[in-house]
């Protein structure tokens, strides 16, 4: 019999490599970040999310009728079936995220391509999902308030769009470039908790929807994707820079982790972090709102007796101001994430069917063995 002596033990598999990808490339310790072999850097200041999202599912960049083609789909896809809107009705008062695992979840049953787990049917759902994921959190948004939902637009961006269904105001050209800055970060992040988890899905050759409604609910938590709301609450609580110091040393002195910073895989700067940075400057200043970046920049201050040990800022920390400069509730901060993310999950589904095998890692067994079994009649 194997004994717990034997066994190596990874708890949450770290540092454990499990499978081979092509798609995205980190090297956490130098805080390098590549999607298909281009650095986020290249990305996030030449490319568009729609380039991006179609550069992870194709392997290359898309020539201009490639793209334009890509852009149409996406187009095409925005509507979400009455049903669906339905049940976003229904279940209008649960957190975004957890109406948009559901609603997600639902799409399945209305997909022209659900029984089909082709390579080519995986993409086509993946790239509706990636629209649809878009109109669930503006319609759930709208309909929660009383509103009926902006019916999306045929023409503009998909970061555009997204600010638009918000309260059917286009938002300026310098707004939806840092939405769409935004999602091309948020893209794809290697085995990340969410991926992870489609991917254990995918396994068992369950479908994209499913796999996607799982990694909803895994971005949900605090540990992955809520960090922006929580960050933004921080920024509040702090109220004036010349907090910030004393609150971060209340907060460490009571073990307490400071939200938007530190992360399993990236020892140095998050690269992601950096065009985030540039953005909340720019937009904390066009909306005379400056004391926001010096907050943040405040904790940045406070932290830095903590990059010794690794811990720096992540993409989280400067996303959640942006988010609220432009006039986004906090609670869909995590939502806006998972809209970013859908190339990035699908790729990795794909991935996971092109090789598959159930993931199934073994446990070490801590309770007791050969206990008697007493009759519920003489149990004490
Ligand atoms: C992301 C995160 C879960 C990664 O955790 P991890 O890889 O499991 O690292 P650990 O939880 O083992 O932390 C290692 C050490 O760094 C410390 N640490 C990590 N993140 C910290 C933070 N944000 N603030 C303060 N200390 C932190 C831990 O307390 C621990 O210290 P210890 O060794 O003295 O106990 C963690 O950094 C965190 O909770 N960050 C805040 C939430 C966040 O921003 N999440 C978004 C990620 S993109």
């Given at each position: 019999m194997t004994t717990s002596d034997d066994i190596q033990l990874h708890r949450g598999l770290q540092g454990v490599y499990f499978d081979r990808t092509a798609t995205t490339f980190i090297d956490g310790k130098e805080g390098v970040l590549e999607y298909r072999g281009y650095s986020i850097h290249d990305l996030a200041t030449r490319s568009t999310f729609e380039e991006t999202a179609y550069l992870l599912l194709y392997g290359n960049l898309p020539t201009k009728a490639q793209l334009e083609d890509f852009d149409a789909r996406l187009k095409d896809a925005r509507e979400l079936p009455d049903q669906v809107l339905d049940v976003i009705h229904i279940v209008k008062d649960s957190h975004p995220m957890d109406v948009l695992r559901t609603a997600v979840s639902a799409l399945a049953s209305f997909d022209k391509d659900r029984a089909d787990n082709s390579v080519e049917a995986t993409y086509r759902k993946g790239i509706r999902l990636t629209s649809q994921f878009a109109t669930i959190v503006m319609a759930h948004h709208r309909i929660r308030a009383g509103k009926d939902p902006i019916k999306p637009s045929k023409t503009l961006s998909h970061a555009a769009?997204?600010?638009?269904?918000?309260?059917?105001?286009?938002?300026?050209?310098?707004?939806?470039?840092?939405?769409?800055?935004?999602?091309?970060?948020?893209?794809?992040?290697?085995?990340?908790?969410?991926?992870?988890?489609?991917?254990?899905?995918?396994?068992?050759?369950?479908?994209?929807?499913?796999?996607?409604?799982?990694?909803?609910?895994?971005?949900?938590?605090?540990?992955?994707?809520?960090?922006?709301?929580?960050?933004?609450?921080?920024?509040?609580?702090?109220?004036?820079?010349?907090?910030?110091?004393?609150?971060?040393?209340?907060?460490?002195?009571?073990?307490?982790?400071?939200?938007?910073?530190?992360?399993?895989?990236?020892?140095?700067?998050?690269?992601?972090?950096?065009?985030?940075?540039?953005?909340?400057?720019?937009?904390?200043?066009?909306?005379?709102?400056?004391?926001?970046?010096?907050?943040?920049?405040?904790?940045?201050?406070?932290?830095?007796?903590?990059?010794?040990r690794g811990i720096h800022v992540n993409v989280d920390f400067f996303a959640g101001v942006i988010y609220y400069l432009n006039g986004i509730p906090q609670d869909l901060f995590v939502p806006i994430f998972a809209v970013g993310r859908v190339p990035g999950w699908t790729v990795q589904v794909v991935e996971q069917y092109e090789h598959n095998i159930l993931i199934r890692p073994l446990l070490v067994y801590t309770g007791e063995h050969n206990r008697e079994y007493i009759p519920i009649a003489d149990r004490g």
């Amino acid at each position: 019999m194997t004994t717990s002596d034997d066994i190596q033990l990874h708890r949450g598999l770290q540092g454990v490599y499990f499978d081979r990808t092509a798609t995205t490339f980190i090297d956490g310790k130098e805080g390098v970040l590549e999607y298909r072999g281009y650095s986020i850097h290249d990305l996030a200041t030449r490319s568009t999310f729609e380039e991006t999202a179609y550069l992870l599912l194709y392997g290359n960049l898309p020539t201009k009728a490639q793209l334009e083609d890509f852009d149409a789909r996406l187009k095409d896809a925005r509507e979400l079936p009455d049903q669906v809107l339905d049940v976003i009705h229904i279940v209008k008062d649960s957190h975004p995220m957890d109406v948009l695992r559901t609603a997600v979840s639902a799409l399945a049953s209305f997909d022209k391509d659900r029984a089909d787990n082709s390579v080519e049917a995986t993409y086509r759902k993946g790239i509706r999902l990636t629209s649809q994921f878009a109109t669930i959190v503006m319609a759930h948004h709208r309909i929660r308030a009383g509103k009926d939902p902006i019916k999306p637009s045929k023409t503009l961006s998909h970061a555009a769009n997204f600010l638009y269904m918000l309260d059917g105001k286009e938002p300026t050209a310098a707004t939806a470039d840092l939405m769409d800055k935004d999602f091309v970060l948020h893209a794809d992040h290697g085995s990340n908790a969410s991926a992870f988890t489609a991917r254990v899905v995918a396994g068992t050759s369950a479908d994209l929807h499913g796999a996607v409604t799982a990694g909803i609910a895994a971005l949900s938590g605090p540990s992955h994707g809520g960090a922006a709301e929580n960050v933004m609450q921080m920024a509040q609580e702090i109220g004036d820079p010349a907090n910030a110091a004393q609150y971060v040393k209340d907060l460490l002195g009571a073990r307490k982790r400071v939200m938007g910073f530190g992360h399993r895989v990236y020892k140095a700067e998050d690269p992601r972090a950096r065009h985030l940075r540039e953005g909340v400057l720019k937009l904390s200043e066009e909306k005379g709102e400056p004391k926001w970046y010096a907050i943040l920049e405040a904790v940045v201050e406070a932290m830095k007796p903590y990059a010794r040990r690794g811990i720096h800022v992540n993409v989280d920390f400067f996303a959640g101001v942006i988010y609220y400069l432009n006039g986004i509730p906090q609670d869909l901060f995590v939502p806006i994430f998972a809209v970013g993310r859908v190339p990035g999950w699908t790729v990795q589904v794909v991935e996971q069917y092109e090789h598959n095998i159930l993931i199934r890692p073994l446990l070490v067994y801590t309770g007791e063995h050969n206990r008697e079994y007493i009759p519920i009649a003489d149990r004490g």
